[in-house]
C-alpha cells in the first residue's frame, strides 16, 4: 500500500482537503479528513489485509505500507518512504527504524541502496551490509535511475551483497524468535543500545549500533569518509566479534561488526537461498559465556505458514550452557508448545576470547544435547 499517508501530490499539504468528507462504515462514523488523516494508513493496511486473508483463509497475509499509526504492526509492515541514494540518507535509514520500532513498529526498514539517485556503487555495498539487519529488509529504488540490482554495480559488489545476505539467512531462526517476541511482549526487533543497559546514560544518543533482540551488537561504519567516522558508544559487558559467512566479513568494511552478548545462545540456521528451501537441519547454537561460565537463549518454531500455531503447534525451546572445568554442556529444554521436536544435528559454536570451538550433539525435547572440551 503506496501513497496512503495519503498523499495527493496537486492536493493542499500533499494530501487531501482537511474538510472532504468520509462516509465511514464498518463501524467507523462519517467525518472530515482531519478526523481521519491520522489513521487513513491504517485503515487501508487493515482492509487489505482482511482482503488477503478472505481470499487465501490458509495462508498468513503479508501487506507492506508506507503509513501507518499505533496498532497498525498487527496488520502490516512498513517502510520509511521515498529516500535517497546519498550517505546522509544511509545515516538517517538506522535511526528511523529503531524510532519506528519504539513506536510500536517492529516490522520497518527502509529502501536500501536509496529510492531515489543513482548513488554510488560503493554507498550501495554499504548499505546493503547493514541492512540485511533490518527487520524489513529490501532493495528498492524508482525507474528513473541507474538498475540497483547487487550485480548491477560489479563482481566486487555484487560478492559483498552476497556476503551480507548470506548473514541475514543464516540469522533467520533468530529473527523469526524476535518477531514472535514482538508479538508477544512489544519489544521492537531492533533495539537502541541503550535498551542493553538503561543506567549507561552515554548510549542514549547513539543511533547509529544498534541491538538485535537482547543478544547482537551490530556495529556498523556507514561515513563516506571511514577515518574520520566518531567512534560509537557502545554497551560495557563482554560482547564477541563473529563472522556467520567467512572470514573476510570480520574485516570488510562493508559487512558491520556484529558481536555476540556474554551470556547468549543465538540459534542460527545454514545458508539458504530462500527461506522455505530446506528445513533448519543443522541448527547452530553460538555459545558466548559470561564471567560465571553460563549462557542461555530462545528459539521460536512453527509452521511457517497458516495458524496451527494459534492452538498450540509450535516449540518454544530454551538452549542453556553451563562450563564445569574444561567442558561446557549444552542443554535444552522444551518450555512451551505442541510441536514435535525435530529429530536434528545441533553444531556447537563457542565463541571465546582467543577463537571458536566447535562440537556436535543432537536436538531433544529436554536434557543434555552435548558437552563439548574447551581444550
Known amino acids: 500500500n503506496d501513497m496512503n499517508e495519503p498523499g495527493i501530490f496537486d ?14 462504515g464498518g463501524g467507523l462514523p462519517a467525518g472530515q479528513h482531519r478526523q481521519y488523516h491520522n ?9 487489505s489485509k482482511e482482503g488477503i486473508q478472505a481470499a487465501n483463509p ?16 498487527r496488520h502490516a509492515a512498513m517502510w520509511t518512504g521515498d529516500n535517497v541514494a546519498n550517505w546522509d540518507h544511509l545515516y538517517y535509514a538506522t535511526p528511523m527504524t529503531l524510532n519506528m520500532g519504539l513506536s510500536g513498529q517492529p516490522f520497518a526498514g527502509a529502501d536500501l541502496g536509496g529510492f531515489v539517485d543513482d548513488g554510488s556503487a560503493a554507498l550501495f555495498a554499504r548499505w546493503m551490509g547493514v541492512g540485511v539487519f533490518m527487520p524489513f529488509c529490501r532493495a528498492h529504488a524508482d525507474n528513473q535511475g541507474i538498475n540497483k540490482e547487487p550485480w548491477s554495480f560489479g563482481p566486487s559488489v555484487e560478492a559483498i551483497c552476497k556476503t551480507a545476505l548470506e548473514r541475514r539467512y543464516r540469522l533467520m531462526p533468530y529473527l523469526y524468535t524476535l518477531f514472535r517476541e514482538a508479538s508477544e511482549t512489544g519489544l521492537p526487533v531492533i533495539r537502541p543500545v541503550f535498551f542493553a543497559d538503561p543506567t549507561d546514560l552515554s548510549l542514549r544518543a547513539e543511533d547509529i549500533a544498534f541491538t538485535i533482540g537482547a543478544d547482537l551488537l551490530v ?5 563516506q569518509n571511514p577515518g574520520q567516522a566518531t567512534a560509537p558508544a557502545l554497551p560495557g559487558g563482554i560482547w564477541r566479534t563473529i563472522s556467520l559467512v567467512g572470514e573476510d566479513s570480520a574485516t570488510d568494511i562493508n559487512q558491520p561488526d556484529l558481536r555476540v552478548r556474554g551470556g547468549a545462545v543465538v540459534p542460527i540456521g545454514p545458508v539458504m537461498q530462500y527461506t522455505g528451501q530446506f528445513p533448519t537441519d543443522p541448527l547452530t547454537l553460538v555459545v ?3 564471567t560465571s561460565g553460563s549462557a542461555q537463549g530462545m528459539l521460536y518454531e512453527d509452521a511457517g505458514e497458516g495458524f496451527d500455531h494459534r492452538i498450540g503447534q509450535y516449540r518454544l525451546a530454551q ?3 553451563t562450563q564445569s572445568g574444561n567442558n561446557v554442556t549444552i542443554e535444552v529444554a522444551v518450555l512451551d508448545g505442541q510441536m514435535q521436536s525435530p529429530a536434528r544435528q545441533i553444531n556447537i559454536e563457542i565463541v571465546t576470547d582467543t577463537g571458536v570451538v566447535t562440537g556436535t550433539g543432537t536436538d531433544a525435547d529436554t536434557g543434555v544435547i552435548a558437552v563439548i572440551p574447551l581444550l
Request: a negative charge.
Open 319 to 321: 538452549y542453556s550452557a
Open 288 to 290: 558466548s559465556l559470561d
Open 11 to 24: 492536493g493542499p499539504d500533499h494530501s487531501m482537503p482537511l474538510d472532504a468528507q468520509h462516509r465511514g
Open 219 to 223: 556495529v556498523p561504519n556507514v561515513s
Open 39 to 47: 489513521v487513513y494508513g491504517m485503515l487501508m493496511v487493515e482492509a
Open 58 to 73: 490458509d495462508k498468513r497475509p503479508f501487506v507492506l505500507s508506507r503509513a501507518n499509526f499505533i496498532g497498525g504492526h
